[in-house]
């Protein structure tokens, strides 16, 4: 302690001695010098003018370590860019913050329609050396609706549908269902042969329960009404078509099987305690016969058991309503965008160019565990028979992509606490479509 | 001469004030300029008036919110000082082991939140948790129930969550104050003939006021406020039952509502400063 | 004082049940990061762990953990200077002088603790990108030493207060200034003050994560909580043994720190007392 109290004294004398000993200058006297030199050492990088430092920002925690060794390279050319990998857990939050601030990244990976609508990003339309090798459909994907300007690159495509345990189906004879009435037939014959293995696997974290809802409900939305059409009516707020809070709704549907479901014991207990990784030790452990997720979460399965690559299947999500058709996630995953205000942005496009590369593609590709999106890109994402499985059920079924136009005070995790209320027996499935049509309205 | 003296040496709390008024008070006061408009975050700001102030009384989540805060506030505040006192008188005595005694209790206060959220969250998952298998391989299941599940019982999971990872804190205060009554007192009101509990209330009581004024205010503000505990244990759910008025003023701030949310904060400032002055009036000494 | 023998015997098994509920969960952790990577945790006796080392080492080298400490050390020593001397000086000049002006010092610190700190963070940003304090460790200080400065007021006020006015009028009749009378007279007697003020503070500035979060950005400048954060997402799940040790391995300085203090700290609470 006592040598503790004379290092803190010592310090402080030092600072006291800097501060001329008059005592109402300590503060700025303590300041200013460290301000000044920040103020230097920011002048002193930026008056060369090929000198450019490049700020990028992400919340692909997956791809951390391979873009740390990528822009290392890219540094390493010394061309006079130096990119800086920033990283943030709450990307989407952090970035509004950003804008708000003034302080927006030169490139980055979180992508807002609010920030579309305001005009914050720079349209990318005459970049033809990405796009030429681009799969058309995922340009397609790429593109704002509204202005048909495409302001982001998506470097890899994802899916989404119900993994399942192949053999527990096959021996059990039964094959993935196209309609409601199959799906819980399927879930029926599974919970009477094996009464401790949870049909499906649904676990409680509010972006998983969102996603659902962007799957069932608006996803026979999205395959009825064709993606175009329905990005439209999302965005105009067209209640004709949306009919959220409608009695024989989409959504009204989807909660009253979800409760049935519930109260028939076809899902997990705790659904709105377990988590992402419960899900995965649930179903490598054969304690799950099936659950909805994306290709992200594959990595995750196969690390746990890598035995398990044979036994992965993959199925659409089948329809929930009468006139319904089975559909598939198959979306824009990893989309690129640059900052329309930002002072380097031949800088950024270079960087972009150097990242987009197919060398590099394919890495990040089999990083990230899904496909990409570049024609010249062929890569190792997943084992074989999971991807012949994969594009088996793409061809099968209406492929759709995310809700994207959700309303800005509306996301998707905020639908998802809205599942979790309705699990938790707060809503019934009617008063649940009222709140979601009342939450997405008042989000507008 | 000392007239002079006095009249510059109050403000040697200049820097202090410089220091705070540039990184808190400058963006505070243009801050709560937002609270009178729809800023959203981006682009241009309109002026409301007292719209936002309005919207928030009409909120019926936000009105959940407020029941929630003010729970949680009144059962950890209350507990967190009893608890704390309980354990000061217990440990105000002479034992092998004291010190070692008094770090552990204060062990759980010096944690990072975010390790604790995933602790308690590992322990108390029901039906996968720590304490479920240890239950089990007792041969007891099902002890460890859905709790975090359903709204009353979640909301007690956290007071008491909450209690076990500061009440090490209030303990430290109490027993600072114990320990500076001086023994002489006690001993003379005990030759008086006064019980156990006389002697607590009579003369313990009115000595700690100090101890109890510091933990009582640090504990309302500290629950009222209450952000750490709840985001890492059920996110505010499930659904939005367990959010707390700290919750709510984040998710509206990100939520593109900068503007309302800084009229919330500022009914949140009126919510914690009246319990604060009536028990800093409660809890002032008599000189 | 006068216990009987099973009243003594009462408060020891009291005391023993109160610090096995508050080491349950450190217990947990340590079983967990010890456990062997292959290891289904709810296998076997869940209460013995395998005793794998080498996790602790997988945890260091994976986690960059130590930039984070070293970080993290950096601003909870300049915080705390600053605010022990910017608030200590303050502290005394509003027990000392109870003028208008230094009411109103205390009062703005005391009001604005109970002001949610959010409602700053969009101007607090753009200032702090104005002087180029982002991403730098003294920056957070600064805005770390806003958030102690209440705290650090209210204590020396209360703990100066008790102190006797003639200290201060003799080391005036010597010739010091008011600054050399608090900084040679006043600070050494006060030490109780400083050890409350560490101990209160101390470990919620090495464990800030909100303004952590806005203010370092990149992967050098992180501090524990932030470093914590991204290795638990990197591995969330799948990696149990490596996260609880990677968690151990952050909680060790800290309690290494209180077990060497607590003496100080406990003995300064008391023998300063709150006697204010």
């Known amino acids: 302690m006592k040598k503790w109290i004379a290092m803190l004294l010592l310090s402080l004398m030092l600072v006291s001695t800097l501060a001329g000993c008059t005592p109402a200058a300590t503060t700025p006297a303590t300041e200013a010098p460290a301000a000044a030199e920040a103020t230097e050492q920011a002048a002193a990088t930026e008056a060369p003018a090929q000198d450019v430092n490049l700020s990028f920002f992400t919340g692909k ?273 990893s989309g690129y965008s640059i900052y329309v205000d930002s002072p380097n942005k031949d800088a950024a496009v270079d960087f972009l160019t150097y990242l987009f590369s197919a060398e590099n593609m394919k890495k990040y590709s089999e990083a990230l565990g899904s496909p990409s999106a570049f024609t010249d890109v062929t890569a190792d994402w997943a084992p074989a028979s999971v991807v012949s499985g994969v594009s088996d059920a793409v061809k099968s079924a209406t492929n759709i992509g995310f809700t994207n136009e959700k309303p800005a005070g509306f996301s998707g995790d905020d639908a998802g606490r809205l599942v979790q209320d309705l699990l938790a027996g707060t809503y019934t499935p009617e008063e649940f479509a009222l709140a979601y049509e009342a939450a997405w309205n008042a989000g507008f | 001469m000392r007239h002079k003296r006095i009249s510059w040496a109050q403000f040697l709390s200049l820097p202090a004030l410089m220091l705070y008024g540039m990184f808190f008070v400058y963006p505070l006061l243009r801050g709560i300029g937002m609270s009178v408009t729809d800023w959203d975050g981006m682009g241009e700001a309109t002026f409301v008036g007292l719209q936002n102030f309005i919207d928030f009384f009409h909120d019926a989540r936000a009105m959940h919110d407020i029941k929630t805060t003010l729970i949680f506030a009144l059962g950890s505040a209350v507990l967190l000082n009893v608890v704390g006192l309980c354990y000061a008188l217990l440990m105000n005595s002479d034992f092998r082991g004291k010190s070692i005694a008094r770090v552990v209790i204060y062990l759980p206060a010096i944690i990072s939140p975010l390790i604790m959220g995933y602790i308690w969250f590992f322990l108390l998952q029901p039906g996968r948790g720590f304490l479920h298998y240890a239950f089990a391989q007792l041969g007891m299941t099902d002890i460890i129930g859905s709790w975090m599940s359903s709204y009353p019982s979640a909301l007690l999971v956290l007071v008491l969550v909450n209690v076990w990872q500061f009440s090490g804190m209030t303990m430290i205060i109490y027993l600072a104050g114990l320990q500076s009554i001086p023994s002489e007192i006690s001993e003379a009101a005990l030759i008086d003939g006064a019980s156990n509990w006389q002697r607590f209330w009579r003369v313990s009581v009115p000595m700690l006021m100090p101890a109890i004024r510091i933990n009582v205010v640090t504990n309302i503000i500290g629950s009222l406020s209450v952000f750490d505990v709840i985001m890492s244990l059920t996110e505010g759910g499930p659904g939005y039952a367990t959010e707390s008025l700290s919750i709510y003023i984040m998710r509206m701030c990100y939520g593109s509502r900068t503007g309302y949310s800084t009229a919330v904060a500022m009914i949140l400032f009126f919510i914690i400063l009246i319990p604060v002055l009536v028990s800093m009036r409660f809890t002032r000494q008599k000189s | 004082m006068k216990e009987n023998k099973w009243g003594k015997a009462l408060r020891v098994l009291m005391i023993l049940i109160i610090c096995a509920a508050c080491l349950i ?252």
């Open chain 1, 61 to 333: 925690v997956e791809t951390i370590d391979l873009l740390d060794e990528i822009i290392a390279a890219y540094n390493a050319q010394s061309n006079g860019i130096t990119v800086e990998q920033e990283y943030q857990a709450d990307a989407s939050n952090i970035i509004k913050i950003k804008f708000a601030s003034d302080a927006v990244p030169d490139v980055m990976t979180t992508y807002e329609q609010e920030f579309v609508d305001q005009g914050k990003y720079l349209p990318l339309n005459d970049m033809s050396q990405w796009w030429d090798r681009l799969i058309p459909s995922m340009k397609e994907s790429c593109t704002d609706l509204a202005s048909g300007n495409q302001y982001r690159v998506c470097t890899n495509m994802t899916m989404a549908g119900f993994f399942y345990n192949k053999q527990m189906f096959a021996d059990l004879g039964i094959t993935p269902a196209t309609t409601w009435e199959g799906f819980v037939a399927n879930l029926e014959a599974i919970k009477a042969a094996y009464p401790d293995v949870d049909p499906w696997f649904i676990f409680g974290e509010a972006w998983h329960l969102g996603h659902l809802i962007e799957f069932f409900p608006q996803g026979y939305i999205k395959a009825k009404y064709g993606a175009t059409a329905a990005k439209q009516a999302f965005l105009s707020n067209d209640s004709s078509i949306l009919q959220w809070g409608s009695p024989d709704g989409a959504m009204a549907t989807f909660a009253k099987n979800l409760v049935d479901l519930q109260q028939k014991g076809l899902i997990n207990a705790d659904v709105l305690t377990a988590t992402s990784d419960n899900c995965i030790d649930a179903f490598v452990t054969g304690k799950a016969a099936m659950f909805s997720n994306g290709m992200w979460c594959l990595s995750g399965i196969l690390e746990k058991n890598p035995d398990m690559a044979d036994n992965i299947g993959f199925a659409p999500y089948p329809a929930m309503m009468a006139d319904g058709v089975p559909v598939v996630l198959v979306a824009e995953d």
């Open chain 3, 25 to 276: 969960p450190f217990y947990v952790l340590l079983v967990l990061s010890l456990n062997a990577p292959s290891r289904v945790f709810y296998e076997g006796n869940i209460f013995m762990p395998n005793f794998h080392w080498q996790n602790f080492i997988d945890a260091w080298n994976k986690s960059r953990i130590g930039t984070a400490m070293l970080n993290s050390a950096i601003i909870t020593a300049g915080t705390l200077i600053v605010t022990i001397v910017t608030g200590g000086l303050a502290g005394y000049a509003i027990a000392r002088h109870s003028t208008r002006y230094n009411k109103f010092v205390f009062g703005l610190l005391i009001g604005c603790m109970m002001i949610p700190g959010i409602i700053n963070t969009v101007p607090l940003y753009i200032l702090m990108r104005q002087i180029n304090a982002i991403d730098t460790l003294w920056g957070m200080i600064c805005v770390c030493s806003t958030l102690a400065m209440p705290s650090a007021v209210f204590i020396y006020a209360t703990f100066i207060r008790a102190l006797p006015r003639e200290m201060d009028e003799a080391a005036a009749l010597d010739g010091c200034s008011p600054f050399a009378t608090f900084w040679r007279v006043i600070f050494p007697m006060i030490k109780p003050a400083t050890a409350s003020f560490v101990i209160l503070n101390g470990f919620g500035i090495w464990n800030n994560y909100a303004q952590a979060v806005f203010f370092l950005q990149s992967r050098a400048k992180q501090n524990i909580p932030q470093a914590l954060s991204v290795f638990f997402q990197q591995f969330a799940g799948a990696k149990w043994h490596l996260m609880a040790a990677t968690a151990v391995i952050a909680i060790i300085p800290v309690v290494i720190v209180f077990l060497v203090f607590q003496k100080q700290f406990i003995k300064g609470l008391s023998d300063g007392a709150l006697k204010g």
